[in-house]
């Protein structure tokens, strides 16, 4: 199993700018998906962005597409969720987690980091 730990989330005023960052530790991650998922306040848990390890390929839900953008440091085994342009309907608690790429589902999810934005 994948251990992970978010952080970077915090208060921002709209049109600002946040980076978030999950280290993963426990597991090489070259056989992994990465990605965030957010949770706002009386709403479900939703995908916002995913990377594959070994190719940095990347896909983004709709709504975040030309805002955020997902990468990943091979040598500190960190996730990053660079997230510009802020949108009140941003604010969440955001998610890391990893799954194997054979994997149906994200069986590793950090603890999670509150990202509020101000209109």
């Known amino acids: 199993q994948v251990q992970l730990v978010e952080s970077g989330g915090g208060l921002v005023q709209a049109g600002g700018s946040l980076r978030l960052s999950c280290g993963a530790s426990?597991?090489?991650?070259?056989?992994?998906?990465m990605a965030w998922f957010r949770q706002a306040p009386g709403k479900e848990r939703e995908f916002v962005a995913r990377i594959t390890w070994s190719d940095s390929n990347t896909y983004y839900k709709d709504s975040v597409k030309g805002r955020f953008t997902i990468s990943r440091d091979n040598a500190k085994n960190t996730v990053y969720l660079q997230m510009n342009s802020l949108k009140p309907e941003d604010t969440a608690v955001y998610y890391c987690a990893a799954r194997r790429l054979e994997a149906l589902s994200f069986g590793s999810w950090g603890q999670g980091t509150q990202v509020t934005v101000s209109s």
């Open positions: 426990g597991r090489t991650l070259g056989s992994y998906v």
